[in-house]
């Protein structure tokens, strides 16, 4: 790995920005001693276990508790009925029942939850919870959301949210067209740690939760108006956390287990094996791409049409925004001077789907790279010079009439990407097996490779979007320890493995000039700093310590009469009291959608380009990764491998969802809810991956840095797919591939071409409902 970069050098500190660090909590992680949510203990303690529906749609008829509470050793079966304050809860709206008290809309809706002295007696008495259900015909297909007799999951129709993008003139004739319909499956977010959390009732009356969650303060907007408690008397602190990639952003069991305790008066814990929690978190929404691409003869995109559509399953989860995403992010990287987009979301009675990494992008990145090819291949231009000719800079302006205002290499990007060495060909006989299509499984020789090349490129929005006022606090106290000076830093910013208490860390020991740095609990006794989402931790807690630490060195400055340079000065001398402050940063301001989808929606932006070399066995299907190429904009590189290794962990998701990752769906149930069925690439699945990082300052922003979690992940489906085209000269516009794909068992995905929209006006009106999480009923309305 090399940066690539426009940073003139500076002084660093060791250990500061742009060193290559160690993770801070790499050595517990790896010897073991590090505390997930799961190693939650509390004396006294009792055991959650959830009753589930079997069923996508039903009415609630009864519920009898009687036999569960029978059992010796249960202390609690709550419904719906023992849920004190509101209802329901949301992250954009509030439309999820905490307990279904009405009906079930999907399959592992929870119904009831218990308490119990063990987990096995918790277990056996949610399962002896009786529910009387009333069937109803589920609505399991997207397109059939949008037809009138359609059932209504909600009583107010399918449809979640439109959006309606206009620009340019979108009826420009262009030279030469390609269209093409294309498909991407429900992934699930699969993170190594299940969701757990502990749950301890307080003398005020009030509860402490201990869970793995990515914002701890939106949880507990929810969590209060559930039990109708203030905000204050729910206290939420973070347990250890074994990934997210969006599945924590949504209430998992955190209300259930506040619930629990309240009612029993002891602490609860609850915990879900594999199986609950596929059927606890969210999952990536699947999508349906109708796209046209206009160009010159010399390869000048002239106009865009894009019609996609969500499934968002049964609940709103953050639908709205990932549409609101996906639909500008449509038309690609490139200068479209003429676009008409229109994206939908909508209910219908599959499991609910959420925020996951690349929130929106990586479906519409499969539909756009794919575009690009089959122009490149009509117009006889080498893929990379069309994406090079079309690439967005500085200066241009997107679909959403926004004009890209920050940095934007993407020209350079595809000039280091095309530079990179590729791998030569391997001769197909005489291999060690695991090195043939299907590795250990031995089932090839050779017989049938085909190479092929293919590529991705594409790019997402950093942090909140549409007129959001985020922010995010942070404090920095400075101390005088045993062998010099201290700084502590508190947060509510979320690690979930990602690496973001080092590069916190980083940044402190740049600000302050000294190498001890420790944390305080992450909890709600600070004031929020946001969701561990949108690629925007690094930006925006980052930028609260910078100030924090900056705010430090003022006050020391003050005291002392003089400024003070903390790499000129020696801190141990000037410190005297301890000095505490605290930062809130802000970004700069966006705005909504107008009538047209034009506006100032996104904060900023990052790009990422992959290339991805393969071989596939033609007679079996099967497909091997030989490498892959990654070019991805850093911004500047806080920690330079850190990056790399979230290169390396997004695009192995990327290639997940490309060849082997999707949820199946029998009747709206999880048909494979375990990792036994559900695959997920493994060590012998991911190839030798060579990055290159670009560093080109994002302006008014600490350091120039942008988000990089997510880019990858975009780009990489995207990428091996069109390898794999290349190597079988076959459609397959369906992600995952199959072998079925391969061999010809299963024929190209088809829709009719065009379905129809919702009518107008363009803006889905949606019922009130109280207690919005986020804050975001602008998104729900396309006002800001």
């Not at 106290?477 to 508190?490: E, H, K, M, T, Y």
């Not at 609260?544 to 705010?551: E, F, I, P, S």
């Amino acid at each position: 790995m090399s940066v690539i970069s426009t940073v003139p050098a500076t002084e660093r500190v060791a250990g500061g920005v742009g060193d290559s660090v160690p993770r801070i909590d790499g050595i517990p992680k790896a010897v073991g001693t590090f505390a997930y949510a799961s190693d939650l203990w509390a004396d006294g303690m009792l055991y959650g276990a959830t009753t589930r529906s079997p069923h996508a749609s039903a009415r609630v008829v009864s519920v009898d508790t009687g036999p569960a509470l029978a059992l010796p050793g249960v202390h609690a079966v709550l419904t719906a009925a023992d849920v004190p304050g509101k209802p329901t809860f949301g992250l954009e709206f509030a439309d999820e029942p905490a307990l279904a008290f009405d009906r079930v809309r999907y399959a592992g809706e929870p119904v009831a939850v218990v308490a119990a002295d063990d987990p096995e007696l918790a277990r056996r008495a949610a399962g002896l919870v009786v529910v009387d259900y009333e069937l109803l015909p589920p609505l399991l297909d997207m397109t059939e959301a949008l037809s009138p007799g359609a059932p209504k999951v909600h009583q107010f129709g399918n449809v979640l949210r439109h959006v309606h993008i206009c620009h340019g003139d979108p009826d420009a004739g262009a030279e030469v067209w390609v269209e093409g319909y294309y498909e991407t499956a429900m992934q699930d977010n699969a993170p190594l740690g299940p969701e757990g959390g502990l749950a301890v009732p307080a003398p005020d009356g009030g509860v402490d939760l201990q869970v793995n969650t990515q914002w701890l303060h939106v949880d507990r907007q929810q969590i209060a108006a559930c039990l109708r408690l203030p905000e204050e008397q729910v206290r939420i602190t973070l347990a250890g956390m074994g990934g997210a990639f969006g599945a924590r952003e949504d209430i998992h069991l955190q209300i259930h287990a506040c619930l629990l305790a309240l009612a029993t008066g002891r602490p609860v814990k609850l915990e879900y094996g594999r199986e609950e929690s596929f059927r606890g978190h969210r999952h990536r929404h699947p999508s349906r791409l109708w796209l046209r691409h206009g160009a010159t003869r010399d390869g000048r995109l002239v106009s865009v049409h894009a019609r996609l559509l969500l499934d968002g399953g049964a609940y709103s989860s953050s639908s709205p925004a990932v549409l609101g995403n996906a639909s500008t992010l449509a038309a690609g990287p490139y200068e479209v001077p003429n676009a008409l987009i229109d994206g939908t979301v909508v209910y219908t009675n599959n499991p609910p789907c959420g925020a996951m990494r690349g929130f929106g992008a990586p479906q519409v990145c499969f539909g756009h790279e794919a575009q690009l090819d089959k122009l490149a291949a009509a117009l006889q231009i080498d893929p990379l010079e069309l994406r090079r000719r079309n690439a967005l800079r500085t200066g241009s302006v997107l679909p959403t009439g926004q004009v890209i205002r920050g940095s934007a290499p993407m020209s350079e990007m595809i000039d280091v990407l095309a530079a990179m060495p590729v791998p030569a060909a391997e001769p197909a006989a005489g291999r060690d097996p695991m090195r043939y299509p299907g590795g250990a499984g031995n089932v090839s020789r050779g017989e049938c490779l085909r190479r092929g090349i293919g590529y991705g490129i594409g790019f997402k929005n950093v942090a909140y979007s549409e007129g959001f006022d985020d922010s995010a606090q942070a404090s920095v106290r400075l101390s005088q320890g045993p062998d010099g000076p201290v700084a502590q830093i508190q947060t509510a910013a979320v690690e979930c493995g990602q690496g973001l208490l080092t590069v916190l860390t980083q940044i402190a020991r740049t600000e302050l000039g000294l190498r001890e740095v420790t944390f305080r609990s992450h909890d709600t006794t600070i004031g929020s700093a946001g969701s561990t989402s949108a690629s925007r931790q690094t930006m925006m807690a980052g930028g609260a310590v910078q100030q924090a630490c900056r705010a430090v060195i003022a006050e020391l400055s003050r005291r002392a009469g003089r400024p003070i340079d903390p790499r000129q000065d020696d801190l141990a001398d000037l410190l005297g009291q301890p000095v505490e402050r605290t930062e809130v940063y802000h970004h700069r301001r966006t705005t909504g959608f107008d009538a047209d989808g034009q506006g100032d929606i996104h904060v900023s932006f990052v790009f990422g380009a992959e290339r991805a070399i393969v071989e596939v066995d033609t007679e079996l299907g099967l497909v091997r990764v030989v490498q892959i190429d990654a070019v991805q904009d850093v911004g500047l590189a806080i920690n330079p491998a850190a990056v790399a290794g979230q290169i390396e962990g997004g695009t192995a998701m990327g290639l997940g969802l490309a060849v082997m990752e999707e949820i199946r769906l029998t009747g709206g149930r999880i048909a494979n809810a375990s990792f036994t069925d559900y695959l997920i690439p493994t060590i012998l699945d991911v190839p030798p991956i060579s990055s290159e990082l670009v560093e080109d300052p994002e302006p008014g922003v600490p350091y120039g840095v942008k988000g990089i979690g997510e880019s990858a992940t975009i780009v990489a489906t995207a990428a091996v797919v069109a390898a794999i085209r290349d190597a079988t000269g076959m459609e397959l516009n369906r992600a995952p591939v199959r072998p079925d794909d391969i061999v010809g068992l299963r024929a190209a995905a088809t829709a009719a071409q065009w379905p129809p929209n919702p009518d107008p006006p363009w803006q889905v009106p949606v019922p009130e409902v109280a207690g919005l999480g986020m804050g975001q009923q602008q998104l729900m309305t396309g006002t800001s």
